[in-house]
Structures are given as structure tokens and as C-alpha cells.
């Protein structure tokens, strides 16, 4: 396995990544939380980008995978950061791939950064998960617990040791939360969603679909997928997503 190249950004922060050359818009995979950029999507389209001849990029935020940090130290708005740093190291308008929560930090990037955006495929998106669902889903003992510790340990089906929550993680996902307020996508929007996704529920991809506004935005349903959608059949829907785009010039 090849070993990653390390970028620092402006707050530090040591990120790895791997990229490869080829033409444009370049594609960038944005992982979930507390995943890295060895998964099986990242590593698809890897795969994708090469086979089309497209420039990728796939990176670690810090406290994941093989970027420096600690994960407990992590918020959305320093993800965000990472990865607005490793968008300024590409040419031209990118097309952002994010999953579950990296589709949060899509959106915020395309924010910060909508002449950088070619366009953007959400996989099961998780904008404001932070608030609506993490928060929303603690008990008073818990929210007890995180006012008192600063944190909160939840079982994960994705980890045999259980997820850290810090109260930092809430408190700044306030501060970055994109549902509350206009959200203007001026490009092609893809929401892939599986209807089997007990994580993010297919309502939380209506209600994007529902609030930002695009020129194209389309929402597909995939009845039996699950959060992880790395299954044969939807990482062949991700490919034909892409190349829809690619045809419509992004």
C-alpha cells in the first residue's frame, strides 16, 4: 500500500492523503465520522478516477486514519477546515463526494467555497447531525453526564469500543449547522439514500432535498440500502451518478 502524502494546514494540522493526477473537475471523497480514507467508497472511486483518467483525492480529517491529532480533540468546524485546506490545493472546480457526515462538510465547504464546486453527490448525507440527532437522541443522564465530563461515550455497530461525544462537538456543530438558514447550491446536486438506513433516515435527505436550492438537484431512494452503501449495486450507482455528471461537463 503506498504510503500518503502529508499536507499542513493554515491551523497546523498535519493531514494525510493520496491524490492522483488526470483531468478535471477533480473529484474529493469526504468520509463520515470517525471513518478514514481506506474505506471501501474511498477506495472506489479511487479506482473510478482512474479508469476515467479523472484527478482524485482522497485525505484523512485530523484525529482519523493516519492524519496527525485526537479524535476527542475533533469538531465539525476543524474538519471543515482540513478540508477546505486540502480544496486549496486542487485546480479548478471539484466535484465533492461526501458520506454521512462528510456530506455536512461538503455542504459547508460548498459554502465557504461555491466557485470551487463543480457539483456535489451527498451519500446519505448528515447535515446537523450534531444537533438533530446526537443531541436530540441523549437522555437527560446524558446530556448530564456531557455538561459535567464534557463528554459521552454511545455503542457504535461500526466499532467494538463505544464512540466518544464531546461537548466541544455539539457546541461548535451549532455554530456550523446548514439547515437553519439558506442554502444556496449553485451547481448540480446528487442525494443518494438508502431506505434501509437506520443512521441517517431517509426523512434527513428529504429535508435537504426540500431546503437547498440548485439549478439540479436530484434525490434517489435505494429500497434495501443501508448506511454503509458500499454494496455492489450502489457503488455501481455512485459510478453512473459520476458519470451523468461528467456528461453534463462536471
Known sequence: ?????????????????????????GVIFLGGFRSDMEGTKALFLEGWAQGHGRAFLRFDYSGHGQSDGFFEQGTIGAWAEDALAMLDLTEGPQVLVGSSMGGWIAL??????????????????????????????LSDAERHEMATTGQVMRPSVYADEPY????ALVEDGREHLVLRHP??????????????????????ALR??????????????????????????CLALLA???????GAGA
Request: aromatic letters at 8%; a negative charge; proline letters at 9%.
Open 164 to 167: 466518544v461525544y464531546t461537548r
Open 183 to 204: 442554502l444556496v447550491l449553485p451547481f448540480p446536486v446528487r442525494l443518494l439514500q438508502g431506505a434501509a438506513d437506520h443512521d441517517v433516515a431517509p426523512e434527513v
Open 208 to 233: 435537504l432535498f426540500d431546503h437547498a436550492e440548485s439549478p439540479d438537484m436530484r434525490l434517489t431512494l435505494v429500497k434495501g440500502a443501508d448506511h454503509r452503501f458500499s454494496s455492489p449495486e
Open 240 to 246: 453512473s451518478t459520476l458519470e451523468d455528471l461528467e
Open 108 to 137: 459547508l465547504m460548498a459554502r465557504a467555497r461555491p466557485e470551487k464546486v463543480a457539483a456535489l453527490v451527498g451519500i446519505a448525507a448528515a447535515p446537523d447531525f450534531t444537533e438533530d440527532g446526537l443531541w436530540n437522541d
Open 1 to 25: 500500500m503506498a504510503e500518503p502524502a502529508f499536507h499542513t494546514t493554515p491551523q497546523r494540522r498535519r493531514i494525510a492523503y493520496h491524490r492522483l493526477d488526470g483531468a478535471g473537475p
